[in-house]
């Protein structure tokens, strides 16, 4: 399907406007309901909204299979109401006392049940709300020191639950967001490169895929367009958590372009090659407003992001390539670092 170059569909989700707590003190901001979230995502130009299922369903644990269904029932009509695309739910695998050490990898035969069983919750909630896409974050899957897992096994059983849920409903696709620490010290599908091997050990590679977070790829010490780009030759890139990172710190969740603008450049220009959104695919924003955001201007992150990635994709399409191709000719690689500097800074060249 033909794609018209430089149109996207944006996404976020509900987490990305928060109350902005951190470790080391409470909430700051008042929390807002969801629905003046989804007011929020049509005023700034958003069609589509990101959700965990306890986004979705509140308290899901202590709910029944009826009221589960009723609840989600409510966040669609919610959604329609608003003209607002649910892109995927994301089951909250990293919350609840059952998951303090791993879901799917829990030393516990009973408590992998629960991950297993609280997937397939998600999933019904995906249909009540009318998306296929499910993205699983495997946050808790790694260790905290090296000996309290086997390693090798983590694999499996990972394996071994997303084959579960692709035969639990054949309608669905997976996409698996890695990360490699934080929570835990070391995950056990660090990178995309985990990710995509993964997938082609399940049963069904076609319907597993990735979702690539720019913040991820740069705790992993690598390129996030780069990422992407290995994403895009597996055809396995479904989705993107846009924003951005200072190196090897906590998990920052800044906003888009903030650190490293000529990083954030390359991203959209290699989504923007690659005709990234022509099967759908949407440009998701996982990022996070600063503590010192007060309410009535905490969710400029969101909207700054959107508006940086329209400006870079400016700066995409009216890059010389001519140009470039010429300076790559001669490897005069310096000369070519000068020029997009120039063309990043809007300096005459
Ligand atoms: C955290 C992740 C997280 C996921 C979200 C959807 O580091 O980026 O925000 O993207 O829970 O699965
Ligand atoms: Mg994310």
Redesign the pocket.
Known sequence: MAKPKGQYRFSF?P?NIDEGADPFGPPVREPIPLQNKMKTAKKLGFDGM?F?DDDVVPDIDTKSASQIAKEATKIKTMLDSEGLVPEFV?P?LWFAPETIDGAYTNNSARLRAYAIDRTTQAIDIMNILGTTSM???L?REGTYIRESKVARKQVLQIRDAINAFLAYDPKIRILI?P?PN?PVDSAIISTIGHAVGLSYMSDDPMRVGC?V?S??SVLAGLDPSDDMAYALAHDKLWSV?LNDQGNMKF?Q?KSFGSYNLRRAFNQVRVLEEYAYGRNGEWVGL?VKAMRTQKKAVGTKHISNSKQTFLYLLDKVTSLNTDLEAELIKARDYEELDRYILCHLMGKKY
């Open positions: 989700g987490w990101q965990h994301a909250r993205v699983i974050w946050a967001e990360k934080e979702l977070e913040a991820h958590h998990d969740d996982d």
